[in-house]
Each structure stands twice: as structure tokens, then as C-alpha cells.
């Protein structure tokens, strides 16, 4: 389905983005891969995608933070590819803290990443994507683009952002086969998360698993984690023919987290 496609994931040596490369590799789609990490990992994992899916994949160890870095990402997929077809902005981080107390410079890099990187990442593909007249753009945002929870304003603040931004692109190119989508996931398990697991059962003095637990008991209905998989599977829905009319939306996958 998505075979002479390349597409571009940020954040995906890990959780949900690397899930999200697997989805659209497996759909026949040229990979650029990005994040952090052990360079022999990420070299496993850039083989791991192109053998298991047939496709070309490379990486980019731009940082996210950086506006020059996120352009020489997408400057890597059209010269590696010939075309930035798929832009997935997916590379996010948390920090947890009450609002008085909550450390300035955390609050720097969690706008900066999570925030301001696809707004540089989105200007840098839309103009060859115009040209084609065809690009898909799914931004992941989170639940807490939607809601909010108390300790997280920076994270909150960003993903609501990160909502509104989607909004616009999708409205300024509706006209051009460039559709622009967020996605609102509750709980997924990944490393992200697992830390706050961490946190929440050192602080309380309990098991990891009853951490866990509680951590889904008090926000996410269906008291299941949702999966990279999951997430994957409504990108490439975004992606396909069949969700060509679909822009602008926030699609929460969430367990029932915002229905409450
Ligand atoms: P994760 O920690 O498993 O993965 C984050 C990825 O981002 C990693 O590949 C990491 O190397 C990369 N990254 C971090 N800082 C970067 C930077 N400066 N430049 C480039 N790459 C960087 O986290 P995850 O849970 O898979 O989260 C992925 C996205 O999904 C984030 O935007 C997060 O906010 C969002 N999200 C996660 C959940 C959840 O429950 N896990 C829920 C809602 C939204």
C-alpha cells in the first residue's frame, strides 16, 4: 500500500515510534528512523527493519531540539529517498512536578521537543509534499492534549499545542492531498511510562505490578495498556486511501480515558 513512500519517524529507537516504523515498513514504505540510544542497538534495529520488511531504512541521530538538525533529517530522507512522503512526529519526553517547583530548563526542552520540533519538522517537509500534491502528516500527541492532568504542565501545555498546530496545517492544505492528524494516546507501556511506574511504586512503597495497576485503575477504563502496534495500525489507517477525507481530527486511543 505504501510501496515508493518514504516516511520519516522521529523518536523511533524506542516505544511507540519504533512500533510505528515497523507498521509502515511492513506497508512497503522507505524508513528514516531517529532518537537516542546505543549506536550498535540502533544499527540492529535499522538492519532489523529493512530485513523482516523488504525496505530501505536509515538513520538520523537528530536532535530534536535542534531546528538546523530536524532540517538535515528531512534533507536525509529526500536525498536517501528522493521524497518526504510520511512525516510522523512521534519524539516526545516527560517530566513530572508541580507547577512552583517545576525546574525552568525542564520546561525548555519538553516545549522544544515535544512542541516546537514539529513545527520545524512540518515547514520543512510541506513544500515538497505541495509539490507532489500528496504527504501525510501524523503528529502524536497524547490524551493530555485533550485533558489534563496535575504535574505535567509543560507536557500539557506542548500536546495541546500540538493539537491546535495540527488544526492549522490541516486547514491551510486541505485543498492538496496533504492531510495533517494528531493522535491522543492514553497508557501505552514503554519506556516513557514504565518510568513513571517506577516512580510511582518507589514513592509508595509497593510492587512495580501494583503500581502499574493503579496507574491504569485511576485514568484508563478498559484497565489495558494500549500498544505500539495499536498506534502503528491507526497511522497507517491515516495514511491509506480510505482515510484520505480525514484531517484536522485528534484521534484518541485511549481505553476510554477521555470519554470519563
Ligand atoms: P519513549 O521514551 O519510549 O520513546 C521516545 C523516543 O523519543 C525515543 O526514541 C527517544 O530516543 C526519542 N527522543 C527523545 N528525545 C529526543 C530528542 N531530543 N531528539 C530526538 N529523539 C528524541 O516514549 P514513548 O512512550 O514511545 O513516547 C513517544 C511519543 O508518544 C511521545 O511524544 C509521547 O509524549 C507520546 N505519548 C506516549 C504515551 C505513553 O503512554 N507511552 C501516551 C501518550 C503520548
Redesign the pocket.
Known sequence: MLKGRSAIV??????????IAHELAAKGANIVI????DAKEIDNIRIGIEKKHGVKCVYS??????PE?IRGMVKLCESSFGSADILV??????FTGRTEAFPEEKWD?II???LS?AFHSMKAVLPGMQKRGWGRIIN??????LVASKDKLP?VA??HGIVGMTKVVALENAKENITCNA?????????????QIDDRAAKQGIAVELAAKELLFEKQPSQR??T?EQ?GAAVIFLCSETGSAITGISLPI?GGWTAQ
Open positions: 522521529t523518536g523511533s529507537t524506542s516505544g511507540i515510534g519504533l512500533g531517529n532518537g537516542f540510544g541521530p537528530a536532535d530534536m531540539s535542534n538538525q512526529n512521534n519524539a516526545g519526553i516527560q526542552s522544544a521537543i515535544n520540533s502524536i500527541a497524547s490524551v493530555h492534549g507536557y506542548a500536546k493522535i491522543c494516546p492514553g497508557w501505552v507501556l514503554t519506556p516513557l511510562v514504565q518510568k495498556f494500549a505500539p498506534i485511549d
